[in-house]
């Protein structure tokens, strides 16, 4: 004959006190009780047997889990159970996959990679790539495992991107998560970069360029000079009446236009 199951009612829960007792045990059949404490405070609990040893297993507290998730609870553990599984033991091996899971996701290894780099970087750049993660990638992948990620939910991410039409942007946020799955490689967090099966996936950003200022429209570019967003470069040493040079930043460092005697320009290191 089959033990009786589902003992207890609702009401008998909400009404249930420990009735002088410090503890109260009430039996709701398959190993679920509800037990009672002196206070008031009630919680659920399993007990069972595994090789011929009593456990018990918490299933949470009165009335935040109520009876039919209580008996659900029951019947779930019961069946690991019937798998030869310890569920006391099997909530602990969860808890461990998901704390790892916590530390190995994309945004726990992206801010360790990050906090590795951040002091061979200048603060606007540090403050650009945290940016670029924070503001579009973290929210759709940041909770993901980075060995669970696949090239289909990257690629979804910084196609986001490209519908705002920024074309480059997007290029340079795969580029960083590039560096974030090779740190992730190198750490033991997976083992694909998955930013290289994108390649070819997203829209080209096609570079524009300052076009080239011929050396009889420097004298007219001079007196405007003052008002031009750039590094002036000149050489010290050149007779008077020599012309101002107006360079793109990635260049002023480097050269130096003269236009003396004729408007001949010569390039070089100062």
């Keep these: 004959m089959s033990a009786k199951m589902n003992l207890l009612t609702s009401k008998a829960c909400d009404n249930a006190t420990s009735e002088g007792k410090s503890i109260r045990k009430l039996h709701d059949g398959g190993g679920l009780y509800l037990w009672v404490y002196a206070d008031g405070t009630k919680y659920w609990r399993l007990r069972y047997w595994l090789a011929g040893n009593e456990k018990s297993l918490s299933l949470g507290v009165y009335p935040v889990v109520g009876l ?3 008996r659900r609870r029951r019947d779930e553990n019961r069946k690991l159970m019937d798998s030869k599984l310890d569920p006391s ?3 602990k091996a969860d808890k461990l996959r998901n704390k790892v899971a916590r530390e190995n996701s994309f945004e726990a290894v992206a801010r360790e990679w990050f906090g590795k780099q951040v002091h061979t970087w200048v603060p606007h750049h540090a403050d650009d790539v945290k940016r670029r993660l924070e503001s579009n990638i973290f929210p759709t992948l940041g909770k993901r495992p980075l060995d669970q990620i696949e090239a289909p939910e ?3 991410a910084i196609r986001k991107i490209e519908t705002r039409g920024s074309y480059d942007l997007a290029h340079r946020v ?5 560096q974030v799955f090779r740190y992730g490689i ?5 083992t694909r970069n998955l930013s290289t099966d994108l390649r070819g996936a997203l829209t080209p950003h096609v570079k524009q360029h300052q076009s080239a200022v011929r050396p009889e429209e420097l004298r007219a570019l001079a007196p405007e000079s003052d008002s031009i967003k750039g590094k002036r470069c000149a050489d010290d040493r050149a007779p008077q009446g020599q012309q ?3 360079c793109e930043s990635g260049e002023g460092g480097m050269a130096r236009g003269c236009a003396a005697g004729g408007g001949q320009l010569c390039w070089g290191g100062r």
């Design 68 to 70: 039919k998730v209580a």
């Design 186 to 190: 190198a750490t033991g967090r997976c």
């Design 174 to 178: 795969l580029q960083v998560c590039g």
């Design 154 to 156: 990257l690629l979804q």
């Design 89 to 91: 033991a099997e909530r």
């Design 244 to 246: 101002w040079t107006v």
